[in-house]
Nanobody, 121 residues
Framework: QVQLVESGGGLAQPGGSLRLSCVAS????????MGWFRQAPGKEREFLAA????????GSPDSVKGRFSISRDNDRNTGDLQMNSLKPEDTAIYYC??????????????WGQGTQVTVSS
């Protein structure tokens, strides 16, 4: 069974930074893509960034482009989401996911439990 665990969420001030981590298990033979999404109350799940097993990236939306970036380490089955220049509208629950890859959340079969990010003064 594939399992994903996110960590690193918390409270940040506007303009600050946070780094989220995702640790995966059960991927020894899957070679799946890893993506990051977020969901704020009353809003749809939003794609943030993703990379294939080989490291190919998928473009981020304008809301986070230039501020968020991701990396992954296939040997350790981990991935990171670096968030800079945080804004109050970045407040949401953040998820990592593994699946076919791409920008659509329905293409990901396995999800972490999510970690809360709150940006406020």
């Amino acid at each position: 069974q594939v399992q994903l665990v996110e960590s690193g969420g918390g409270l940040a001030q506007p303009g600050g930074s946070l780094r989220l981590s995702c640790v995966a298990s059960g991927l020894s033979r899957s070679k799946k893509g890893m993506g990051w999404f977020r969901q704020a109350p009353g809003k749809e799940r939003e794609f943030l960034a993703a990379r294939s097993w080989t490291g190919a990236g998928f473009g981020s939306p304008d809301s986070v482009k230039g501020r968020f970036s991701i990396s992954r380490d296939n040997d350790r089955n981990t991935g990171d989401l670096q968030m800079n220049s945080l804004k109050p509208e970045d407040t949401a629950i953040y998820y990592c996911a593994v699946g076919r890859g791409g920008r659509r959340w329905r293409d990901y079969a396995d999800w972490g439990q999510g970690t809360q990010v709150t940006v406020s003064s």
